[in-house]
């Protein structure tokens, strides 16, 4: 076998090393253009997790790592004079050239040949691809073979908006240290560590307009350090900072749908990148380095393919995770000054949950008392601001009190809006409803909320859906609502809606979307613009006439009444998904020609109308909120700008709340899904017009709602799939935190006291188990710190 690795970066030359380690007879080439002590850059990091990765596959090399690196426990966060620390976070740094040479002589030691100052260009690729069995395209991010065969590898590249540079110092420090600054141009950040006795990495960032009115320029290195030199002298305490191709640049965030073309196959930022906010580059490229080498080992003489789809299959996922994070991370960071108004704990909360993986209880596991300071922060903020004492019973922020006008929920939980298609086929409530909305408010949430109900029959979804047009609906309605506030303390709001160009259709469980089966049952649709919801499948809507929208508005008036007099607590009109007012606000589904398209305010006029006609017939001291689809999930669609003027209008016309759902405007939508993934845009809303929010989608967790709370991303968290199969999440969560001051039903109490036993002890337990199963710890040399 002999095998071509094109570049001597981490990726390549570990590959290198494994394989040969593994096949001693086969014939191993890397090719690097640079020499063997040319490098760029400073530090790199390795977690815990990774180290142990090393640790099981190549002694020698972890040995050697660990003889050279810097290792540190803590993050310092350093946010308006303020140096907050968070232990248990287990990192080594190691200069990236020691990382290099130590690896080169790995390399020699198991007989990898090694080619320095040779270029591969791209018109040399065939003639390579020929001389070997597999060519591993190990060339970086920037790299020449995916550029010459990208339309076979298909790289999705989008360069990210920060400008950052990458610089040394000789300050030393213990800890990983962020550095937050407030300039009179914006905020930088330099993101700063130790990885060799009296060495530290300094990359810089911030965004563009900062970076413009600074006067950096890309390539002006002297000129960069002197300025940034001034902006941290403090920090530096009397080092200099280190120049090494120290250029100003946009990370390229870089993912290849295919990872291999015939003999060739892709490795390292070749194939993903990802951003060093996360710290994860040169993990993510030596992880793929041991999958690569496995696959090879097993399959590369046989059959290479067989070899690259079973490195496809191993890598593909766990490198779709760290690029994930990654995005969430550098995503915040793009955006960091909107947290800049945050008490100290909060904003070290923010920097340390930014990327999801970490959580509330996750951080109770590193540092106990970080999360202890956090807790206090809050408590006596939110003491301050309501008045309400929480400094001793201590339930965490997810139980306590949240108000809107003069409704009180006694926890931040809500049962998310969900359709039941139950309803008979007149829009009435059955036993189902009844039985489903009483016994899930008992489970302990602060609001539940009642599915999308139609004030018109032709307004529904499917002839499941629930209406509010009649003195019967109203009744059913009450009755529930009746039977939650004698038997639960929680609220119940109602959503109203209308269905538009996607009503008329089957029930969830059917064909979703479609239109009835039975010809006949079919109503005629209306929308924003005649544009079907599926091409050639979807019937068509009529642009809704001002007639329509006169009436449409008036059924909204007289159903927002009988919800008054049902006794619900609080109100939510149906903006989002694709429905009729979705239609209007979204540019994809809105191609009017007068007052009511064009602009986002012009697209948001009808939607506006209704609201402030149901706020006038909707009492004074009940709230009410707006549910959206902050994103299309598709380009021409709704953009950040779009959902700031969509909060700002909504709040001048009464809203209290915007509820933060996504998508579903369009069948051909991308959504990225992923834990908690529609929550940055209730973050967004929450910082920038700064009102309230409620955050939903793949929401699961206590430590979860903990973590949004705390980070200020939204003020109530909903779940709506977790309440379909456990209704106690609340209850449950009560007892696994102990937030004893809760009410549950009387007939309950004995449970009660049962679950809050019962969880105490699982959660002791799963904190033992996680605490004994966090990687091993790889203990600082001396020396090295
Ligand atoms: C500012 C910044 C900070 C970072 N911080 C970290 C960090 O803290 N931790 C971390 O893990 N990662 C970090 N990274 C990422 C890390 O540098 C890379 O992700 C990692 O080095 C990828 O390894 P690789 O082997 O795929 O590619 P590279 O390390 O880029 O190696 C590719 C090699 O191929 C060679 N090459 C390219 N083209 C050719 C050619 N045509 N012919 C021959 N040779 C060629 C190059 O000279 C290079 O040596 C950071 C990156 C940046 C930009
Ligand atoms: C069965 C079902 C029915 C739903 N019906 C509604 C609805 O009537 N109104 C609404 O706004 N959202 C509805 N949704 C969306 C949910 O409220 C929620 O936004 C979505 O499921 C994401 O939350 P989750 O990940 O916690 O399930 C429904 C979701 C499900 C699963």
Redesign the pocket.
């Known amino acids: 076998m002999r095998i071509k690795v094109i570049g001597g970066g981490p990726g390549g030359l570990y590959f290198a090393l494994l394989t040969k380690k593994a096949k001693p007879e086969w014939d191993i080439e890397v090719i690097e253009q640079n020499r063997d002590d040319d490098t760029f850059g400073f530090g790199v990091v390795f977690s815990d997790d990774t180290l142990d990765e090393f640790l099981s596959h190549d002694l020698p090399s972890y040995d050697r790592i660990r003889e050279k690196f810097a290792y540190w426990d803590d993050v310092a966060i350093h946010y308006k004079d303020n140096e907050i620390r968070c232990g248990g976070n287990g990192f080594c740094g190691l200069s990236r050239i020691t990382l290099l040479k130590l690896l080169h002589a790995r390399c020699r030691e198991e007989g990898v040949s090694l080619t320095f100052s040779r270029r591969i260009d791209p018109d040399e690729i065939e003639q390579l691809c020929s001389s070997a069995d597999i060519v591993v395209a190990a060339d970086g991010i920037n790299s020449v073979i995916r550029e010459r065969y990208k339309e076979h590898f298909k790289p999705a590249v989008s360069v990210k908006a920060n400008r950052f540079c990458w610089m040394g110092s000789t300050r030393p420090m213990g800890e990983f240290n962020y550095f937050f600054k407030q300039t009179p141009h914006g905020v930088v950040c330099a993101h700063t560590y130790q990885y060799e006795k009296g060495k530290s990495t300094w990359v810089f960032e911030m965004d563009e307009a900062c970076w413009h009115a600074h006067g950096f320029t890309e390539t002006d290195e002297e000129d960069s350090r002197a300025k940034l030199e001034a902006l941290y002298a403090q920090e530096l305490d009397g080092h200099p900072l280190l120049l090494n191709r120290s250029h100003w640049r946009r990370f390229p965030r870089i993912f290849c749908e295919n990872w291999s073309h015939k003999n060739i196959v892709l490795l390292g930022d070749a194939k993903a990148s990802a951003h060093f906010s996360i710290g994860s580059g040169t993990k993510l490229a030596m992880e793929c380095a041991i999958a690569l080498s496995c696959a090879v080992v097993d399959h590369g003489a046989a059959s290479p393919k067989k070899a690259f789809a079973a490195y496809d299959a191993a890598r593909r996922v766990p490198c779709q995770v760290v690029q994930h994070n990654a995005d969430v991370s550098l995503a915040w960071f793009e955006h960091m000054k909107r947290s800049f108004d945050m008490e100290p704990m909060q904003f070290a909360m923010v920097v340390m949950c930014r990327a999801k993986t970490i959580t509330y209880d996750n951080l109770l596991i590193r540092d106990p008392g970080f999360v202890r300071k956090a807790d206090d922060e809050w408590y006596e903020r939110y003491y301050r601001e309501t008045g309400l004492d929480y400094r001793t019973s201590r339930p965490t922020p997810m139980f306590t009190k949240f108000r809107l006008r003069q409704m009180e929920v006694a926890n931040r939980v809500v049962m ?5 298609y139950s309803a008979d086929r007149e829009g009435n409530l059955t036993d189902w409803h009844f039985v489903h909305y009483c016994s899930h408010a008992l489970g302990g949430m602060g609001l539940i ?1 009642a ?2 109900t139609c004030p018109s029959p032709d307004a529904r ?1 499917t002839l499941g859906c629930t209406g509010l047009w009649s003195d019967h609906q109203e009744a059913q309605w009450k009755r529930i609502v009746d039977f939650v506030h004698a038997n639960s303390s929680a609220k119940i709001c109602m ?1 109203l ?1 209308h269905a538009g160009r996607k009503g008329s259709t089957q029930l ?1 469980w059917e064909e979703a979307d479609h239109p009835i089966a039975e010809e006949s049952d079919n109503w005629p649709l209306v929308s924003a613009s005649p544009i079907p919801y599926f091409e050639k499948i979807s019937d068509l809507p009529a642009e809704l006439d001002r007639a329509g929208m006169a009436r449409i508005k008036a059924e909204f008036v007289s159903a927002t009444e009988r919800a008054a007099r049902a006794g619900f607590d609080m109100l ?1 009109l ?1 903006c ?2 694709g429905y009729l007012f979705a239609s209007f606000i979204s540019p994809l589904t809105n191609k009017r020609a007068d007052e009511y398209g064009g602009s986002i305010e012009n697209r948001l006029r009808y939607p506006l109308e209704v609201f402030a006609a149901m706020r006038e017939a909707w009492p004074e001291e009940r709230p009410m909120s707006v ?1 959206i689809s902050a994103s299309d999930w598709r380009d021409g669609g709704i953009a950040e700008a779009d959902l700031f003027v969509i909060a700002e209008k909504f709040r001048d016309a009464g809203c209290d709340l915007i ?1 933060v ?1 996504s998508g579903q405007t369009v069948p051909d939508q991308k959504p990225v899904y992923g834990r908690m993934y ?1 929550v940055p845009f209730a973050e967004a809303i929450r910082n920038v017009p700064k009102m309230a929010t409620m955050a ?5 967790e206590p430590a979860q709602v903990n973590t949004i709370l705390h980070t200020r991303r939204a003020d109530l968290v ?7 199969w456990n209704p106690y999440f609340a209850h449950q969560a009560q007892a696994w935190y102990g937030a004893k001051d809760e009410s549950w039903p009387q007939q309950y109490l004995p449970g009660r006291n049962q679950a809050f036993r019962e969880q105490e002890r699982l959660r002791q337990k799963q904190m033992e188990l996680q605490t004994k199963a966090r990687p091993k710890r790889h203990a600082l040399n001396e020396g090295n710190a």
């Open positions: 998310s809006p969900m359709a039941q909320f599915e999308m979804i959503q809606g969830g939510e149906h989002a998904h549910r509820d759902s529609q939903v989608g793949a929401i699961t909903a779940l709506a799939r977790p309440h379909l």
